[in-house]
Nanobody
Framework: VQLQASGGGLVQAGGSLRLSCVAS????????IGWFRQAPGKERDFVSA????????YYSDSVKGRFTVSVDNAKNTVHLEMNNLKPWDTAVYYC????????????????WGQGTQVTVSS
């Protein structure tokens, strides 16, 4: 399974960005996809997750109501639509495949993508 994240950038507070995670390789659709973020000097934190049928989603409390996760099965892509961005959303965002255990724990994921930087200015 290979995952490639893209779509990060610099945006002002209150703005929006859409991240994409393109999946490839054998059996990638067996694994729900999660988004995590990591700010400098901090741990990698759960943001959101979704299964490939799109009928089950999870969000952290810090992004609920502002971020929306979705799937585009025709393009093997998971999107993370981020609205009303805050300066504390600044981090490197990663997508990964949920392969075991608790969906909120980074240790439950494998096949991490390379990350995409999101910077929100105040």
């Amino acid at each position: 399974v290979q995952l490639q994240a893209s779509g990060g950038g610099l945006v002002q507070a209150g703005g929006s960005l859409r991240l994409s995670c393109v999946a490839s390789g054998p059996s990638f659709s067996n694994y729900p996809i999660g988004w995590f973020r990591q700010a400098p000097g901090k741990e990698r934190d759960f943001v959101s997750a979704i299964n490939w049928s799109g009928d089950t989603t999870y969000y952290s409390d810090s992004v609920k109501g502002r971020f929306t996760v979705s799937v585009d099965n025709a393009k093997n892509t998971v999107h993370l639509e981020m609205n009303n961005l805050k300066p504390w959303d600044t981090a490197v965002y990663y997508c990964a495949a949920w392969v075991r255990g608790d969906y909120e724990r980074a240790r439950s994921y494998d096949y991490w993508g390379q990350g995409t930087q999101v910077t929100v200015s105040s």
